[in-house]
C-alpha cells in the first residue's frame, strides 16, 4: 500500500525566512497531494492541495510543488509569520471522479516553530 | 453552515471498557472518514462510510467499527480497549468522498485509557 514520508521532523526558522517541507510517496497512483495545518489544540485544516496533472500551485505565501517521476511533493511557506507555527501534514491519495475517494495516506508531521 | 462537530470531546476509559464517539459531518455531507492521531503513528486512516456503507477500512483490529445512520451522522466503537488505544480520533466529512473533494475535519475526541 502507499507510504508517505516527511521531513524533517521540526524545522524552527526565523520570522520572514522561508520554511520548506518534502514527503515522499511510494504509489505511483497517487494522485492527489493535500497538505494540512494544524494549531496545537485545534482541528488539521486543508492549506493547500495539488492534483497530479499539475506540477506546482501557490496560494499567497504558500506553495506546493510536485514532482511525479521521483516521487515527492514540497510545501513551500515564504515570508513566515509566528501564526505560521504549527504542525504540516501532507498526505497522498488515489482519487479518481466517479469513484469513491480511498483513503488519505498522512505523513508523520512536521513541527514548524517561527521565531520572532 | 456549522463544521465538523464530534462528541463528547474528552473521555476517559479503563482498560477492557468499550467507547462509542459520534461525528456529525457539515450540512449536506454524505461522507465522513474516521482517523485515530497519536504522537508515534500520526494520522491513521480508521475507515469511511457513504450513505450508511462502509466503502473503505484502514488496517485497525476488529474491536474498531462504526456505523452510519440515515442523516449522515456517524458512530465508532471501540471495543474491549487498551492502552494504545489512547489517542485523538478525529472524523473529517466531504460531500460525496469522490474525486477531489476537501475533507473537512472536526475538532476531534481525545480518548484516554488507564
Known amino acids: 500500500g502507499e507510504n508517505v514520508e516527511q521531513h524533517p521532523s521540526t524545522l524552527s526558522v526565523q520570522e520572514g525566512d522561508s520554511a520548506v517541507i518534502k514527503c515522499t510517496y511510494s504509489?505511483?497512483?497517487?494522485?492527489?497531494f493535500p497538505w494540512y495545518k494544524q494549531e496545537l489544540g485545534k482541528r488539521p485544516q486543508l492549506i493547500i492541495d495539488?492534483?497530479?496533472?499539475?506540477g506546482e500551485k501557490k496560494d499567497q505565501r504558500i506553495a506546493v510543488t510536485l514532482n511525479k517521476t521521483a516521487k515527492h511533493f514540497s510545501l513551500h511557506i515564504t515570508e513566515t509569520q509566528p501564526e505560521d507555527s504549527a504542525v504540516y501534514f501532507c498526505?497522498?491519495?488515489?482519487?479518481?471522479?466517479?469513484?469513491?475517494?480511498?483513503?488519505?495516506?498522512f505523513g508523520k508531521g512536521t513541527k514548524l516553530s517561527v521565531k520572532p | 453552515k456549522a463544521g465538523v462537530t464530534q462528541t463528547p470531546r474528552y473521555l476517559i476509559k479503563t482498560r477492557g471498557q468499550q467507547v462509542t464517539l459520534s461525528c456529525s459531518p457539515i450540512?449536506?455531507?454524505?461522507?465522513v472518514s474516521w482517523y485515530q492521531q497519536t504522537p508515534g503513528q500520526g494520522l491513521q486512516f480508521l475507515f469511511e462510510?457513504?450513505?450508511?456503507?462502509?466503502?473503505n477500512k484502514g488496517n485497525f483490529p476488529g474491536r474498531f467499527s462504526g456505523r452510519q445512520f440515515s442523516n449522515s451522522r456517524s458512530e465508532m466503537n471501540v471495543s474491549t480497549l487498551e492502552l494504545g488505544d489512547s489517542a485523538l480520533y478525529l472524523c473529517?466529512?466531504?460531500?460525496?468522498?469522490?474525486?477531489?473533494?476537501?475533507?473537512?475535519f472536526g475538532p476531534g475526541t481525545r480518548l484516554l485509557v488507564l
Open positions: 473529517a466529512s466531504s460531500l460525496y468522498g469522490r474525486g477531489f473533494e476537501t475533507q473537512y
Open positions: 504509489d505511483s497512483a497517487s494522485n492527489y
Open positions: 495539488i492534483r497530479s496533472n499539475v
Open positions: 498526505a497522498a491519495s488515489i482519487r479518481e471522479v466517479g469513484r469513491s475517494q480511498g483513503n488519505l495516506i
Open positions: 450540512s449536506g455531507h454524505r461522507s
Open positions: 462510510y457513504f450513505s450508511e456503507t462502509q466503502r
